[in-house]
Nanobody
Framework: QVLLVEWGGGLVQPGGSLRLTCQGP????????IGWYRQPPGKQRELVAT???????NYSESVKGRFTISRDGADNRIHLQMNSLKPEDTAVYHC????????????WGQGTQVTVSS
């Protein structure tokens, strides 16, 4: 069983930055997908950014150029650097994993709240 734990959320002013971190599984295989989704208030969960075990990265159009996903191979932590934050980035951010560690079943973290407001 893979347990995902996120941290790093908080309250930030528009234009500010935050860095989210997710502790991923102990091993990430080439075909695994790990990354971030978010759920804005009153809306459905949506893709933010994902990366694979071989480093293929996918961003949603709404965050391209502002957010950067990265993986720390030493401890399998996934980071999401969020710059130039906007009020519409306000959401609960969830870590996501689908891969060999769970028989390719989707696994979600509990989420961390990001609020962008002046």
């Amino acid at each position: 069983q893979v347990l995902l734990v996120e941290w790093g959320g908080g309250l930030v002013q528009p234009g500010g930055s935050l860095r989210l971190t997710c502790q991923g599984p102990s091993k990430i295989f080439n075909s695994d997908v790990i990354g971030w989704y978010r759920q804005p208030p009153g809306k459905q969960r949506e893709l933010v950014a994902t990366t694979t075990g071989v480093g293929k990265i996918n961003y949603s159009e709404s965050v391209k150029g502002r957010f950067t996903i990265s993986r720390d191979g030493a401890d399998n932590r996934i980071h999401l650097q969020m710059n130039s934050l906007k009020p519409e980035d306000t959401a609960v951010y969830h870590c996501y994993y689908r891969g060999a560690g769970t028989g390719f079943r989707e696994t979600w973290g509990q989420g961390t709240q990001v609020t962008v407001s002046s």
